[in-house]
C-alpha cells in the first residue's frame, strides 16, 4: 500500500465522521432514516465475508478458506471471544495447506 | 469495530453509579479492542504494510472494519486503488453516525470537528444508549478515547509482533480476515431484519463477484438492507398485532 493511497483512505474516512458535527443543524433522525441506520453494516459485513472466502481474482474459488470460515462461524455463534475465532479460522486453514 | 457487544448499561438504583459504570464499560471495551488492534496490526505487517504505515492507519483512518478490509485486499494481492473500494463503503457508515450524534455533540465546531474522529460504531452504540444528551456526550467521549488509546497501543503491539513472522499463507492469515467480520458480524445478528439483511448483502455479493470488478460487490451489497429494512417492520407489525 503506498503512502499515498494511505492519506487518501484516511482524509476520506475523516470527511465522512466530521461532516455531520461539523455540517449539519441540531435536530432529531426520522424513525425510517433510523431503521436504516441500525442495519447498514450487515449487508457490508456479510458481502465482506463471502469476498473475503471466496473471491479468486473475478472468480469464485474454493479453497482452505472456507473450511476456516464454517469453524469461524461455528466458533462465533457459540460466543466464542474475539481472538479465538479469528486463531481457529487461521489454524483451519493452516492445516489444511499443510496436508 | 463492534468486536464486543455493546448493551446498555443497566440502570442503577444508586444516583452516582451510572457514571461510574459508563467509565468501566468504556474500559472494558476499550482492551477489548485492543486484542483486536493486535490482531490487526499482525495482518497489516503479513500484508506487506510497514510497522509506519500500520500505526499511521490506526491512528489516522481508525475505523476498524474499513482497515481490515484495506489490508484484506492489499494481502490476496489486489492493488491499492482497489484496496480503497471495499475501506471507503464502510467507512461510509461513520457518515450516518455523524448525523446521528449531532443532537449528542457539544462545543465549538472545531471542538466537534476534533471529536468526529472518535465516531466509530462502539462510541455511538454508547452513546446511543443513554438516556440524557449530556450521559450520552460523556459516554461517547469515554468510549472513543479508551478504544483510540488501546486500539493503536494493540497496532503497534501486533504490527511489532508480526515482522518476520513468516509465509502469510502457510500460517492461515489469510482467513483471519473474513473471520474477523464474521466475528463482527455474529452478534449484529440478533437485531430484527439483520439475517434478511445479511443474507441478501452475502447473495448480492456471490452473484457479482465473477462479473463485477473488485470492490463493486460490497458497494452494491448496500442494498441488502433493503429487504432487511422491510423484514424488521414486518416483525415490528407483527409485534403489534400479537
Not at chain 1, 8 to 14: E, F, N, S
Not at chain 1, 61 to 66: G, K, L, N
Not at chain 2, 50 to 65: D, E, K, P, R, Y
Amino acid at each position: 500500500m503506498t503512502w499515498t493511497a494511505l492519506i487518501a483512505l484516511a482524509a476520506c474516512a475523516y470527511a465522512f465522521k466530521a461532516a455531520g458535527p461539523v455540517l449539519a443543524r441540531q435536530g432529531e433522525l426520522r424513525p425510517a432514516v433510523e431503521q436504516v441506520l441500525a442495519l447498514l453494516a450487515i449487508p457490508i459485513l456479510a458481502a465482506v465475508v463471502v469476498v473475503q472466502t471466496l473471491d479468486g481474482g473475478e472468480r469464485l474459488t474454493i479453497d482452505a478458506r472456507v473450511a476456516a470460515i464454517a469453524v469461524a462461524a461455528l466458533l462465533a455463534w457459540r460466543r466464542a471471544p474475539f481472538l479465538v475465532v479469528v486463531l481457529a479460522a487461521a489454524a483451519t486453514a493452516a492445516l489444511l495447506r499443510a496436508i | 469495530m463492534s468486536v464486543t457487544q455493546i448493551r446498555p448499561v443497566e440502570a442503577s438504583t444508586e444516583r452516582a453509579a451510572p457514571e461510574r459504570s459508563v467509565t468501566r464499560a468504556a474500559l472494558a471495551i476499550g482492551v477489548a479492542t485492543g486484542a483486536y488492534g493486535v490482531s490487526f496490526g499482525v495482518l497489516s505487517v503479513a500484508a506487506g504494510l510497514s510497522v509506519a504505515q500500520t500505526s499511521v492507519m490506526s491512528l489516522l483512518v481508525f475505523t476498524g472494519a474499513s482497515q481490515f478490509a484495506a489490508v484484506g485486499v492489499i494481502a490476496s494481492g489486489g492493488a491499492a486503488l482497489a484496496a480503497l473500494a471495499p475501506a471507503l463503503v464502510l467507512a461510509g457508515r461513520n457518515a450516518i453516525y455523524g448525523f446521528a450524534l449531532v443532537p449528542i455533540l457539544r462545543g465549538s465546531r472545531l471542538a466537534r470537528a476534533a471529536q468526529a474522529q472518535l465516531i466509530i460504531d462502539e462510541s455511538t452504540a454508547m452513546a446511543r444508549s443513554q438516556d440524557d444528551p449530556a450521559a450520552a456526550h460523556r459516554a461517547f467521549l469515554a468510549t472513543g478515547l479508551s478504544i483510540f488509546v488501546f486500539w493503536n497501543l494493540g497496532t503497534l503491539t501486533g504490527a511489532l509482533l508480526g515482522t518476520g513472522l513468516g509465509d502469510p499463507r502457510a500460517l492461515g492469515l489469510d482467513a483471519m480476515f473474513p473471520a474477523a467480520f464474521v466475528a463482527l458480524l455474529s452478534p449484529q445478528l440478533r437485531k430484527p431484519g439483520a439475517p434478511t439483511a445479511a443474507v441478501a448483502g452475502a447473495l448480492i455479493a456471490l452473484v457479482l463477484i465473477p462479473v463485477a470488478p473488485v470492490g463493486v460487490p460490497i458497494l452494491v451489497a448496500v442494498a441488502g438492507v433493503v429487504p432487511g429494512v422491510l423484514a424488521s417492520r414486518r416483525v415490528a407489525a407483527a409485534t403489534d398485532v400479537g
